[in-house]
């Protein structure tokens, strides 16, 4: 089993930024992607960034500019940073991680409002 820990959500003003972060812990032994997805009230949820085991990164293009996903290895920790934040990025941010299945973070609350 894999757990995973996020951190870094909060309430900040349009155009500002947030880092998040998201730690995984248990039984590791070849996690081969990582990475963000995103759920606004009454919509779907939509992928943000991946990132795999050998540095392949994906952005989804509602982000590209603005938000950066990263990963310590050695630590298993994924980062999420995130500028020129909108209101729009307003969701609950789901870290997930695969190894054999999908495990899921219990989610981060992002509200981007003045």
């Known amino acids: 089993q894999v757990q995973l820990v996020e951190s870094g959500g909060g309430l900040v003003q349009p155009g500002g930024s947030l880092r998040l972060s998201c730690a995984a812990s248990g039984v590791i032994f070849s996690i081969t992607a990582m990475g963000w997805y995103r759920q606004a009230p009454g919509k779907q949820r939509d992928l943000v960034a991946s990132i795999t085991s050998d540095g392949r990164i994906t952005h989804a293009g509602f982000v590209k500019g603005r938000f950066t996903i990263s990963r310590d290895s050695a630590e298993n920790t994924v980062y999420l940073q995130m500028n020129s934040l909108k209101p729009e990025d307003t969701a609950v941010y789901f870290c997930?991680?695969?190894?054999?299945?999908?495990?899921w973070g219990q989610g981060t609350q992002v509200t981007v409002s003045s």
């Open positions: 997930y991680a695969v190894q054999g299945r999908t495990y």
